[in-house]
């Protein structure tokens, strides 16, 4: 009896707190007038593509013809970049730093721009095993697919705080 008092005490406190998962769909509070978008971007193919349609669906988004959205949300491709930040004793990369960059812009079916042209950028750090080529290759594809859904996820918080701020 104590076990659940304390298990339903603890569900109550959590909930009036606040708590809620992250990404969850009622984070991004777009306006309803904002919830119909078409997408235009040079690579409707790419991983990055799927996934921004995948997570903006998730959160209530409609992804419609450009005669029928309320916005139009322009995407450049992503741009992947790698570097060394640190080396080891034998002059082999110790640690990378992943980036994954683009710009986007949303217009008004008009064409009048409704949000200034932004950069969304996502950073990881990672270390290296210079004996493992295989394995770190595969790291550094799974942190991609990361970054990936952490970029999408930034680029529609902030359109829903620029639609939440008109």
Not at 90 to 116: C, K, N, S
Request: charged content about 25%; aromatic content about 6%.
């Amino acid at each position: 009896m104590v076990r659940i008092a304390s298990i339903l005490l603890l569900a109550v406190l959590l909930s009036a707190c606040g708590f809620q998962l992250r990404g969850a769909a009622s984070s991004t509070g777009l306006p309803a007038e904002w919830r119909q978008l078409h997408l235009e971007t040079g690579s409707p193919n790419s991983e990055f593509t799927r996934e921004l349609r995948s997570r903006f669906s998730a959160n209530g988004i409609e992804w419609v013809d450009r005669k029928e959205a309320a916005y139009i949300l322009q995407l450049e491709p992503e741009r992947f970049s790698q570097r060394n930040l640190s080396l080891t004793s034998e002059a082999r990369a110790a640690e990378f730093e992943l980036t994954l960059q683009t710009r986007f812009t949303v217009r008004a079916p008009d064409g009048t721009i409704a949000m200034e042209s932004s950069e969304a950028l996502v950073t990881k750090q990672m270390e290296n095993d210079p004996s493992n080529v295989v394995g770190k290759a595969e790291e550094i594809r799974i942190l991609q697919a990361e970054m990936r859904g952490e970029l999408a996820q930034q680029i529609l918080r902030r359109i829903g705080f620029h639609a939440a701020a008109q």
